[in-house]
């Protein structure tokens, strides 16, 4: 590929649109391992204000990294496998500690999500396909890009992003902002890492990936 036309861009070319060929609605089970104790706890239903963080792929948040409370995000995956593939990919080894829960739950709306999966959103907009496994600039790039204009205001159309683990292949769901109402009072499910319940999760998701557990 061409330094002209590279497969990837680095930033997208405005304007963006979503066509409803692009866009998903979506209603099924949403899951998250967030910290409980230590330094930054979060609740299951909070989203991150602060970033844009290197190590995370989709933070729409514009440079500086700093609070922008406009730009807030949460990671949630569509499945219990893919949470536990997502927050334990760097050791490989899942570990069942007291300072960490598993939060399982259904959107109490359904929400508008960007597909990046199945739809060919990227490649209309100058991308290719692989624009989910590019260098995590470029993602985050294309996710601010994104959120600002198809996810903010009151003019939002994105609840979301509707993209692949990296890690695993499965469809993981990205939310912006205006998903927040879309929130039910309390999850379906929340348990400690070292619950007996999570427990027996952990155990299947660790056949699969074929991790150890600790």
Avoid at 3 to 21: D, F, G, I, V
Avoid at 83 to 89: L, N, S, Y
Wanted: charged share 20%; net charge positive.
């Amino acid at each position: 590929m061409s330094p002209k036309h590279p497969k990837n861009p680095l930033t997208p070319k405005a304007p963006l649109q979503a066509e409803r060929k692009h866009l998903i609605t979506y209603d099924q089970a949403l899951w998250r391992i967030h910290t409980t104790v230590g330094t930054h706890p979060s609740t299951w239903d909070e989203l991150r204000a602060y970033g844009p963080i290197s190590r995370f792929r989709w933070d729409p948040h514009p440079a500086p990294t700093q609070l922008h409370p406009e730009a807030a995000v949460s990671y949630t995956a569509t499945d219990y496998v893919t949470a536990f593939a997502e927050v334990f990919q760097d050791d490989q080894a899942i570990t069942l500690s007291a300072s960490r829960a598993l939060s399982g739950w259904y959107p109490n709306r359904p929400l508008t999500l960007l597909d990046l999966v199945n739809s060919d959103w990227a490649v209309h907009h100058g991308a290719s396909a692989s624009l989910p496994q590019a260098t995590k600039n470029i993602c985050r790039n294309w996710s601010s890009s994104i959120w600002e204009q198809l996810g903010r205001g009151s003019d939002a159309l994105l609840d979301g992003l509707y993209v692949p683990s990296t890690k695993i292949g499965d469809p993981m769901v990205v939310l912006f902002p205006r998903a927040k109402d879309a929130f039910p009072a309390a999850p379906n499910f929340s348990r400690s890492l070292n619950h007996a319940a999570v427990a027996a999760m952990a155990t299947s998701a660790a056949a699969r990936l074929r991790w150890s557990i600790r």
